[in-house]
């Protein structure tokens, strides 16, 4: 109620669930305010709709979490490649170097 009169919303019913990952983890939280069009608490069928449609959050949510996981994984190889590159360059500077002074002495 603290929060309606800070903003002026009427709060009359809430419904709240988990958002699961396809292993039943829980990833989130969901919340639908006033049910619309109508008065009253949601109900069991409005809750099996919500849960349903919660099933694609989750999945959502888990295609984002995999996809930054693959960018991690991407960006960390392209500097591992990088630096086998550099390592790779180093080597073939300092055996120039060495064939050099060989050379010379």
Known sequence: KAIDMQTGFRTKS????????????????????????????????????FERYLTFCGIGITNALLFQ???????????????AHYIFEEQRDMNNLLRRVLKKG
Do not use: H, W
Request: with cysteine.
């Open 14 to 49: 809430i419904l709240c669930m988990p958002v699961k990952n396809n292993q039943s983890e829980i990833v989130g939280v969901a919340q639908v305010i006033n049910k619309k069009d109508e008065e009253g608490p949601f109900t069991a069928n409005d809750e099996k709709i």
């Open 69 to 83: 996981s693959s960018v991690i994984m991407y960006k960390r190889s392209d500097s591992l490649v990088l630096l």
